[in-house]
């Protein structure tokens, strides 16, 4: 569920197209200026009367995502292969339901009572979204919410491979949610990394992120399937709290510990999905980190921040399956909004318009403040 | 499912009364709560750059106080290990300065979003010990500890690495304490490995865990020797393991983790 459409095929028409599902901000209640990508539909969802206890924004979009009709009856026939209590739930946020707490706390601010409706618990907490999915989807496997900002549900595919490889669960529902609220638009306009334009990755003109928002969900499971997880890298930066290493070194120590976690060399990838979130900083390290791994315009490049927005901790999610669905079609999505290419960033092989080649594997990158670092390498099962 | 197994190496404690792993191997053993309960001003984090030393929030000099305390007897240099950062609400007052500026002007200082994410400890652990390898913060309200246990040793039985383990909760300041009670700071953190280590590695103790459904028996009782109140802090849970260290090898500890038991047991090693 994405500021483009809903479901995997509006996603994929929308990314392989260039086709942005970003505008000016309309929010009612937040008056920044600049670009956003909010899901139209989840102002009007409501949830059943059974988790109306669970309402918040988040969980409007995890629930629109959860009615993949495909995607349930997948988990309703791993639960009934495995077991639910051997199916596991690990799923990235960065800000949960905040935006409740936002409303609550401003009522309290206003009249000294916390809304009678108010539950901190089933809406804001940051395990609130493992709670609601695993209620939703009937599961009853080990969980745990990954938080670790823009990288939190890229490294939840990492968990999962760990926890099935320990023999504690034998598939896992992975994915990650993350919705509009004042606390991260307010917060990147106090960093200046909100653009004034739509955003544009890896751009001469590009000046910052468009916010956006999204739901996530995928089974991993030892079952055959087109497409593989295959393995990932985790690193961190140590070096600033939300600036990039200026030459991308923990970006680029993740990426080559996930081309030898999955024995794999830089020639073996034929698509990278870059993080690419039009900062300044933050495209020109991963650039640098990309020239440095793959060798200059060695490997396919596109930021599909473009189409939905950098929806934080549910990018890792959205651009996995961006980059599955690649893999499936054997086509490259494009940068989409992309002018003028950036000759100023180290030479990349940028993606402008769609290509259709035959490659076997595909890297997903995410990086989030904290110097928190993830790649995943996704391949073809054929 | 079979038991996984871990190696503990060293350990640290910072809680109300209770400052050192010796300190909560002597609570326990005495059944006794700690008498003053408390908590001392958090020290400034020394290992951090003196320009993000005095930038650090309450968080952030909870956890590395811990962590300093830890590596003190840890066997391995603090940049080789991986960590899992396990908390509930991991920003506290941060969280409530947040919604408030948001209440209110709307006009939130960079400083403050930047320490506003979940992982801004694991991330300041990483400046500050210029460590690059993997962080990852867990969270599952109060059976976070739980969670994290489980993602740091599939962690270390995955990669042979040694992992730090973190479990804290900051204290939330008013009003949002109304909504999550957790009043005192607290943290432990566990250095931690899986499967066989070097004979001459100094070891604490090993433990054992399986996964049980819920049904199967239910969570283990509060310990005495851990105040009541502290029930609403997902890390007292981690205080209450620690606690094992001092039991009979083989009692069980029966931790909440969704529908499922975290069952943990010490299962030998020098507890004295």
């Known amino acids: 569920m994405h500021s483009a459409g809903h479901g995997v095929a509006a996603l994929w028409g929308a990314v392989e197209r260039g086709r942005s599902g970003l505008r000016p901000n309309d929010l009612l209640w937040c ?53 639910a209590h051997r199916i596991g739930l690990i799923l990235g946020t960065s800000t949960s339901g905040i935006r409740s707490t936002e409303i609550a706390y401003q009522q309290r601010h206003e009249t000294g009572h916390w809304p009678t409706n108010f539950e901190y618990r089933r809406s804001h907490s940051v395990d609130a979204l493992c709670r609601f999915a695993a209620t939703v989807l009937g599961l009853q496997g080990p969980m745990v919410t990954i938080s670790t900002a823009c990288s939190s549900s890229a490294k939840v595919f990492l968990t999962a491979q760990r926890w099935i490889d320990a023999g504690l669960i034998d598939a896992a529902v992975v994915g990650g949610v993350d919705s509009l609220c004042l606390t991260t638009l307010h917060g990147f306009d106090a960093l200046q990394l909100l653009s004034q334009q739509i955003c544009r990755p890896f751009d001469a003109t590009r000046n910052g992120i468009s916010i956006g928002e999204a739901a996530g969900f995928m089974l991993l499971d030892r079952a055959p399937a087109p497409v593989h997880f295959l393995a990932g890298g985790e690193s961190s930066d140590a070096w600033h709290m939300s600036t990039p290493h200026p030459s991308g ?35 020109r390290a991963e650039a640098a980190a990309l020239a440095a791994v793959f060798g200059e315009r060695g490997v396919a490049v596109s930021s599909t921040k473009g189409v939905t927005g950098h929806t934080l901790g549910a990018a890792g999610i959205v651009e996995a399956i961006v980059t599955t669905t690649a893999l499936e079609k054997q086509r490259i999505p494009p940068s989409a909004n992309l002018l003028r290419p950036d000759l100023d960033l180290a030479p990349l092989d940028l993606v402008a318009e769609a290509r259709s080649v035959h490659f076997r594997y595909a890297m997903s990158n995410n990086f989030g403040f904290g110097g928190s670092n993830c790649a995943l390498i996704f391949g073809r099962s054929d | 499912m079979k038991s996984l197994h871990f190696n503990l190496h060293a350990a640290g404690v910072l809680a109300p009364g209770i400052d050192s792993l010796p300190a909560l191997r002597a609570a326990c053993r005495a059944g006794q709560q700690p008498t003053s309960i408390s908590s001392e001003p958090l020290p400034s984090p020394s290992a951090l750059p003196a320009n993000e030393r005095r930038r650090s929030s309450q968080v952030v000099r909870l956890t590395l106080a811990c962590i300093e305390q830890t590596l003190q007897t840890s066997p391995f240099p603090a940049d080789a290990m991986r960590s899992v950062f396990a908390t509930d609400e991991g920003t506290g007052e941060v969280c409530q300065q947040m919604l408030e500026a948001l209440a209110t002007t709307r006009q939130v200082s960079p400083l403050l979003f930047t320490n506003s994410v979940q992982n801004a400890p694991s991330g300041y652990f990483s400046i500050a010990w210029r460590n690059r390898q993997s962080a990852t913060v867990a969270s599952l309200g109060l059976e976070s500890f739980a969670s994290g246990l489980l993602c740091a040793v599939t962690e270390a039985m995955s990669t042979g690495q040694p992992v730090l383990l973190v479990a804290y909760d900051p204290a939330m300041t008013s009003p949002m304490d109304e909504l999550l009670p957790v009043r005192a700071a607290m943290a432990t953190a566990w250095i931690i490995t899986a499967g066989s280590t070097a004979t001459e590695t100094p070891r604490l103790a090993s433990f054992a865990f399986t996964l049980e459904p819920c049904e199967t028996s239910s969570p283990s009782a509060w310990p005495e ?32 983790l969704g529908a499922q038991l975290l069952c943990l047991r010490r299962i030998d090693g020098d507890a004295a």
């Open chain 1, 249 to 283: 070194q923990g970006a680029q120590d993740a990426m080559r510990l996930a081309l030898a976690n999955a024995d794999l060399t830089a020639g073996d990838i034929g698509y990278v999905n870059a993080h690419g979130t039009a900062t300044s900083a933050n495209d």
């Open chain 1, 31 to 83: 008056d920044l200026s600049g670009w956003i990508g909010a899901v139209p539909e989840v102002e009007e969802t409501a949830l059943p009367t059974h988790l109306h206890a669970w309402d918040c924004r988040n969980h409007r979009l995890a629930w629109l995502a959860l009615q993949d009709s495909r995607f349930r009856q997948a988990v309703t026939a791993a639960i009934s292969r495995h077991s």
């Open chain 2, 225 to 256: 020797w851990l105040p009541e109140s502290w029930a609403a802090h997902s890390s007292a849970r981690s205080l209450s393991a620690l606690g094992l260290l001092e039991a009979a090898p083989n009692t069980v500890l029966r931790l909440t």
